[in-house]
């Protein structure tokens, strides 16, 4: 009897999806994004996701929030190495929860490959204008003189303990050796509301939801966090330059996002995905996207991604230590 033989695959036909087109087509890329729908990071996960996908084929955006971003980046680290999981991370996931949380499920460095940089958003100083006139604090020198001379007198903002505001204001008071109250707020929008009603002096905040009542005169921009200026504002000195003399020549925080694989994942899919994100990132389309946001495009390779990374987790490390800021 005659046995029919089932003909041998080819290595080719069993290697690694991203070898094979039709089948890269066939499943669609997930792109998880840890936080709800309509903030910064997925609008521009959305806006990517429509630009790579003559190259990647669909992609499909998934937002998986919750426990500050560490359940959406968890199912990332926990997914086959295949190429079809990315993940949208951010400062918080990679730099800040490690040492907020007591515990979080997944490990930042040995559970991803990191892909690309996709943006950086400048955080700005920013006062109360009344506040500011009535002090007369027109600079980051006016500020450290006048806290120096009050102790305790001033106070800030922030959208709540661990917050990319309180972790910047933390960060001021180590490098320029004064002291400043810190009011959390349950959220961003009523720290503002609170800075511009007066409640509170000023406050470290993200450059683009501050940037209307800085148009408007409501508040005072004395600086931003960032080593550079921003493109956005660039009559705004950094806090870096400003403050060089009283401690702060090193300062530089802001808040960034970027795309992570599953640990594991080839190089070859690693830079399939970093060519056809960091084209996109400089096309004009992404770019028109991100200058809504105030956002700076940051394309990089994979191991500069991989190094700024850790010396971020370096950084927050001695920040949130520092600030004494504990999330359940």
């Given at each position: 009897?005659s046995?029919r033989r089932?003909?041998?695959?080819?290595l080719?036909a069993l290697?690694?999806?991203?070898?094979?087109p039709?089948m890269?087509?066939a499943?669609?890329?997930?792109?998880?994004?840890?936080y709800p729908?309509g903030?910064?990071l997925?609008?521009?996960?959305?806006?990517?996701?429509?630009k790579?996908k003559?190259?990647?084929g669909?992609v499909?955006?998934?937002?998986?929030?919750g426990?500050?971003?560490?359940?959406g980046?968890?199912?990332v680290a926990?997914a086959a190495?295949?190429g079809?999981?990315i993940?949208m991370?951010?400062?918080?996931?990679?730099?800040?929860?490690?040492?907020?949380y007591a515990?979080?499920?997944?490990?930042?460095?040995?559970?991803f490959?990191?892909?690309?940089l996709v943006?950086q958003?400048?955080?700005?100083l920013v006062?109360?204008v009344d506040t500011?006139k009535k002090?007369?604090?027109a600079?980051?020198?006016d500020l450290?003189?006048?806290a120096?001379?009050?102790?305790?007198?001033?106070?800030y903002?922030s959208?709540?303990?661990?917050s990319?505001?309180h972790l910047?204001?933390e960060m001021?008071k180590?490098?320029?050796?004064?002291?400043m109250?810190?009011i959390?707020?349950?959220?961003?929008?009523?720290a503002?509301?609170?800075l511009?009603s007066?409640?509170?002096?000023l406050?470290?905040d993200?450059l683009?939801a501050a940037?209307?009542n800085?148009?408007?005169?409501?508040?005072?921009?004395?600086a931003?966090?960032t080593a550079?200026r921003?493109?956005?504002m660039?009559?705004v000195p950094?806090?870096?330059e400003?403050?060089?003399?009283?401690?702060?020549?090193?300062?530089?925080i802001n808040?960034?996002f970027?795309?992570?694989?599953?640990?594991?994942?080839p190089p070859a899919?690693?830079?399939?995905?970093n060519k056809?994100f960091t084209d996109?990132?400089?096309?004009p389309?992404?770019?028109?996207r991100l200058?809504?946001l105030?956002a700076e495009?940051?394309?990089?390779?994979?191991e500069q991604?991989?190094?700024?990374?850790?010396?971020?987790?370096?950084?927050?490390?001695?920040?949130?230590?520092?600030?004494g800021?504990k999330a359940?």
């Amino acid at each position: 009897m005659s046995i029919r033989r089932r003909p041998l695959l080819s290595l080719a036909a069993l290697a690694w999806p991203w070898t094979l087109p039709a089948m890269a087509q066939a499943k669609p890329v997930r792109l998880v994004v840890p936080y709800p729908p309509g903030g910064p990071l997925d609008i521009v996960a959305r806006a990517l996701a429509d630009k790579v996908k003559d190259s990647l084929g669909t992609v499909v955006v998934e937002n998986r929030p919750g426990a500050g971003g560490n359940l959406g980046m968890d199912l990332v680290a926990k997914a086959a190495p295949d190429g079809l999981t990315i993940g949208m991370g951010a400062v918080a996931t990679h730099a800040i929860n490690p040492w907020l949380y007591a515990k979080i499920p997944y490990d930042p460095i040995r559970d991803f490959t990191p892909i690309t940089l996709v943006a950086q958003v400048p955080n700005v100083l920013v006062m109360n204008v009344d506040t500011a006139k009535k002090l007369g604090i027109a600079s980051v020198a006016d500020l450290v003189a006048y806290a120096k001379k009050n102790p305790g007198t001033l106070n800030y903002g922030s959208g709540g303990n661990g917050s990319a505001g309180h972790l910047a204001g933390e960060m001021f008071k180590s490098q320029a050796g004064v002291y400043m109250v810190h009011i959390p707020y349950a959220g961003g929008p009523p720290a503002q509301l609170a800075l511009v009603s007066g409640q509170v002096d000023l406050n470290f905040d993200n450059l683009a939801a501050a940037s209307a009542n800085i148009k408007s005169g409501k508040l005072k921009a004395v600086a931003v966090t960032t080593a550079k200026r921003s493109s956005a504002m660039p009559e705004v000195p950094t806090i870096a330059e400003a403050g060089a003399a009283y401690g702060l020549a090193a300062f530089d925080i802001n808040t960034w996002f970027g795309l992570f694989g599953p640990a594991g994942l080839p190089p070859a899919a690693t830079q399939k995905l970093n060519k056809a994100f960091t084209d996109a990132l400089t096309s004009p389309e992404i770019k028109a996207r991100l200058a809504t946001l105030l956002a700076e495009p940051s394309p990089t390779t994979p191991e500069q991604f991989g190094t700024f990374v850790r010396a971020e987790l370096g950084k927050y490390e001695k920040v949130v230590k520092a600030s004494g800021a504990k999330a359940d």
